[in-house]
């Protein structure tokens, strides 16, 4: 099986039915604006009708995810930017 030429240390490869499939390793960058949108757009998905009706627990989920991080960001989030890498 060929390597990319693309693959260096930078890329991970998995074989799946003898197929390489290279993904590229980034480091994500959050702050804490981000967190917040993230936090408002769990609880908004977490309280829609259709999805409670369709899948309740699912919904919870969501909710008490964006309300954890609601009461992440009043506590006291730093407000520096959290930096994390794939592995």
């Known amino acids: 099986m060929a390597v990319s030429p693309l693959a260096d240390s930078k890329f991970c490869s998995s074989t799946s039915c003898d197929i390489a499939v290279e993904c590229l390793k980034m480091k994500r960058t959050y702050t804490r604006?981000?967190?917040e949108n993230l936090s408002l757009r769990l609880i908004s998905r977490?309280?829609?009708k259709l999805l409670v009706?369709?899948?309740p627990?699912?919904?919870t989920d969501?909710?008490?995810a964006g309300e954890i991080l609601v009461w992440v960001l009043t506590?006291?989030?730093p407000i520096s930017t959290i930096d994390i890498e794939d592995d």
């Open 57 to 59: 627990q699912l919904a």
């Open 62 to 64: 969501l909710r008490m």
């Open 33 to 35: 604006l981000d967190v």
């Open 53 to 55: 009706e369709s899948s």
């Open 46 to 48: 977490g309280t829609s």
């Open 75 to 77: 506590k006291g989030m």
